[in-house]
């Protein structure tokens, strides 16, 4: 917990350590292991060190098997400054970790701490270590720096040369993380709906804690107010029959009041986007909501993609690295800065504070106020361009088509700048409805969302009062 991570120790003048961490997972590990007496007091380059009971123990940093969303574990090769051994340490989601345990071990009882903890809505991670002998690593260790170094297939090559290391580990445990609610997402989410909007959560966890999340912050409705549909299965078969099962549900309980999501897993999905992508497309344009558990950040920008391709307008929501993708590929891109970093934040279009809540704010005022004014601006620009151009046409004829301007240029240039800028000025400040009615009643939204102020129909009916005046 201590050692296998890319946390960096911070000490103040006061000799107090603080932990500057790229997520919030990797400190709440490190922190938690210092409250153990397992304290990371130092990391200068490829040197360790680690305060134990007041002893300070030194280990070298010989190499990073970076974490990625296809392995879903990192590791490090350490080397233990006293005694030489050296030591590979992992972490990561169970499914990464236990299938490479050593035989003899118990699985079954770790498997079973990851679901008991899922139940409760925990984030887990699994611990594994392995000592490694000189030449064993002398040899993996230059296939290591080979596949670094590779210009052609880089990630693949390095993914094949960790997996020669990661095996044969020994289960150190399992940790459980609990990702706080924030204040307010319950409401926010009742309240876009309310407005329309449908949702998909699309999340790097485990499918019990995703649909545990789900559940506290009223993302799906428990029984019998609601039903959630399960797509699984490990081949193309049994993942066609899921989604037609899930598929048929879905057309049967459409008229029915009550909600239906359906839950699928990201080995699942990789099936159904690359096999069955129209029967999947279908249930996407039936469900109102659905939940996508170990996801990548491909899969998140596939989905994206997906819908818009179905005449969706879309809006990507995230707070880290692994949703940047998702956010560049939707049709709008929030970002939440907080902890897990700015990345997202950066890449998006719009970015709001540390809450999920601000989103109410952002969608329903902000969104419904730029709405009504760029209707009004794109069609009052083409109206007052037109109108003086009618006037101009006119004005040909009666002049025998002379090329005389009717108008001189400072009266062109002030008709712009002066007689037509008051209505901009105006539609800039106006406020059709005040924001705590827009707040309270989210059906408004419905308005916008059906174009009525801005669609062909509109900007006839604005070329005709060009005409006409």
Known sequence: MSICNSVVPIKSHSGAISYKAQSQDEDALVNAAAHLHMVLINKNGNSLEINFNSSVIR????????????????????KDCENGKIILMSKGADEAILPYASSGHQIRVFADAVEQYAQFGLRTLCLAWRELNEDEYREWSLMF?????????????????????????????????????????????????????????????KQSTAIQIALSCNFIAPEPKGQLLLINGRTEDEVLRSLERVLLTMRITTSEPK??????????LEIALRHYMDVFTELAVLSRTAICCRVTPSQKAQLVQLLKGCEYRTLA?????????????ADIGVGISGREGLQAARAADYSIGTEFRFLKRLILVHGRYSYNRTAF??????????????????????????GTSLFNSVSLMAYNVFYTSIPVLTSVLDKDLTERTVMQHPQILFYCQA??????STFAGWFGRSLFH
């Open 59 to 78: 280990y070298e940093l010989l190499d990073t098997l970076e974490f990625t969303s296809d392995r879903k574990r990192m590791s490090v090769v350490v």
């Open 145 to 205: 720096k080979e596949a670094n170094s590779a210009l052609v297939d880089r990630e693949w090559k390095l993914a094949e040369v960790c997996q020669r290391l990661e095996h044969d580990l020994e289960i150190l445990g399992v940790t459980a993380i609990e990702d706080r609610l924030q204040d307010g997402v319950p409401e926010t989410i009742d309240t876009l709906r309310k407005a329309g909007i449908n949702f998909w959560m699309l999340t790097g966890d």
């Open 259 to 268: 909600e239906v999501a359906f839950v699928v897993d990201g080995w699942a």
């Open 317 to 329: 929501i995230g707070d880290g690295g692994n949703d940047v993708k998702m956010i560049q590929q």
């Open 377 to 402: 601006l794109s069609q009052y620009s083409f109206y007052k361009s037109l109108l003086i151009c009618f006037i101009q046409i006119l004005f040909s004829f009666i002049s025998g088509v002379s």
């Open 451 to 456: 174009g009525r102020l801005l669609n062909p």
